[in-house]
Each structure stands twice: as C-alpha cells, then as structure tokens.
C-alpha cells in the first residue's frame, strides 16, 4: 500500500465539500491515456450526488481505437462522457453538448420552480495535472486559470466565466490517501500526477519501459533505434543510454538520464499516442462496487 496524503489535499477536499452545495454539476476530468487510474475514488461520493460529466482529456497523446473503446465503456456503465484535447482546443462542441446534457435534469428543475433561467454552475475536480484548468481556459474567452506541466499548479478554488452558459468552479488537483494497488501509482507517477520527487523517477521509468514492451514494443524500438529489446526494464534503460549516448565519465552508461528522458517523451507524446490501460473484466467490477448511478 503507497501512502501519499499531503496536507494541502485534505484542504481541497474540504473546500469541495462546502462548494458542493452552490453547484449544479461536476464535471470529472481524467487522463484519457489512464481513464481508470485517473479516477479518484474519493469523488464518487459527490459525483452520485451531483450531475456529473465524466471527461476525458489529453485525447492527442492517448490512442484514438482506446479512447473510442473508453467513451463506449463508461456511456454502456450509465456515464455522460465525453473526449477533448483542450491544449488545442479540439472536441469543444462535444463537450458543450456534455455538459448541457448532464446539467439538464438541474436545469429542468429549475424552470419548473419558475425560476429564471441562469449559467449552469459546474465544478471542475480531478487529480492533479489531468488538465482541468485548461479545459476551463478551453471554455472562457480567455486564459483566465493558471496552468503548467507539473501537478499542484492550481492552489485554490477560483470561478470562471465562459460564453457558452456555464460558470466553471476550477480547483486543485486531488490524490487519494491509499493507493490500492501499485499499477495504480505507477500509472498517475508515468502520467505526471505525482511529482517526481515523490516517486522515484528511475523506478517508474523501469516500469514504464517494460509496460511500453508489451503494449508498443515498435514505438520503443524506432523511437530509441533498438533493434531488439531486453528483458529487464533496468537493461532496457541501459539500451536507451548507449542508443542516445549517454555517457559519463569512463565511458559510465547513465541510465538514469535515460529514465528521465523516458518519462518526458513518453509524458509529450513522443513515443506516440499510447493509452496505458483497457477497459477489461476488472473495471467493470469496480464500476458495478463502487457506483450507484
Ligand atoms: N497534450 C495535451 N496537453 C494538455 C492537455 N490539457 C492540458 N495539457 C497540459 O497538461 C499540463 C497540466 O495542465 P493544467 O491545466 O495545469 O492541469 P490541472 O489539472 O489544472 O493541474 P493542477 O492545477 O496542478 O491540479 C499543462 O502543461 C497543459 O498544457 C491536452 O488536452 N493535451
Ligand atoms: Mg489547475
């Protein structure tokens, strides 16, 4: 079991909570290259409450096929669901009509009580770096929340107007206190929502190696000019080192240059767009575990 809980967190969660109460709907952004690892299980207690869209965003650097197979798993499981890269603004209109989709039994609500119509309210939650202020900056007119490729940027809730009838609440991002499994970690470490100086670099980057072997063994030969790859993730980053030549003094491989560079062309894409994990069987059960909707 990892434990990874800071401080700041459990604020988050505080402020969520109080927050609940003034909006209609959450909108749960997720990696789409790990739209199950990515879920923080801490949210369902208020995504059952709430309307709720699940999104999934960074659509660029996840495999179309998997990303197709995601949306089909989690609408067959009841979800309103949707796809966007919001770093380029692409699957805006999709998301538009997500959120008008998910927002409407509030809406409905509302008009039947007589009162006047108003922008939907819409919390934005998710883990940290998945890119929920991006998509907010995606939706307003202009760049009005602070983003950066590390997780922790966001520091406090902060609302933001868009043109198109949402009010979007963006808050930080938000771990869980207990890993259940170390694919979990490992996963959210490779994807940039644990900072490296929590988890080793060098370790995830082993298994990110040996990960890539199995599901795009091509992606890493052409991308390091390797003609076959070895067995270990240890000996595969020392494959990476020679191939770019990474060499210290006395002709040392540095393998642990070659993690970091891993990690970073895996994170931009570089290796291509590759989702890390599948809807199976074991999903599917903690869908129908843990969900009420
Ligand atoms: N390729 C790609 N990058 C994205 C996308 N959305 C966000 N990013 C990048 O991901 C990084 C994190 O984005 P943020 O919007 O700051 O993420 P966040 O979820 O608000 O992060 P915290 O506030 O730290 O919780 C930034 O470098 C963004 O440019 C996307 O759709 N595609
Ligand atoms: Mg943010």
Redesign the pocket.
Known sequence: MIQWYPGHMAKTKRNIEKDLSVVDMLIE?VDARIPAASRNPDLRQYTNKKCHLLLL?????ADPASTARWLAYYRKNGYIAAG?????KQGLKELQAAINQAAQPVMERMKRRGRLPRPVRAMVV?I????????INALAPSAA?K????????RGSQWVKTNCGVELL?T??MLWPKFADYDTAFKLAVCGSISDNVFPVYSVACDLALLLKQIAPQALCQRYKLEELAESGEEMLIQIARSRGMLGTGGKVRDEDAAQVLIQEYRA?RLGRLTLEQPTKTTQNIEESTDTQ
């Open positions: 952004v965003n960074k659509v660029d650097l966007v890269n919001s770093a380029r998710g940290p770096n998945c890119g929920k202020s991006t998509v929340a983003t950066g490729n590390k997780p922790g940027v966001t963006d930080p991002g894409g």
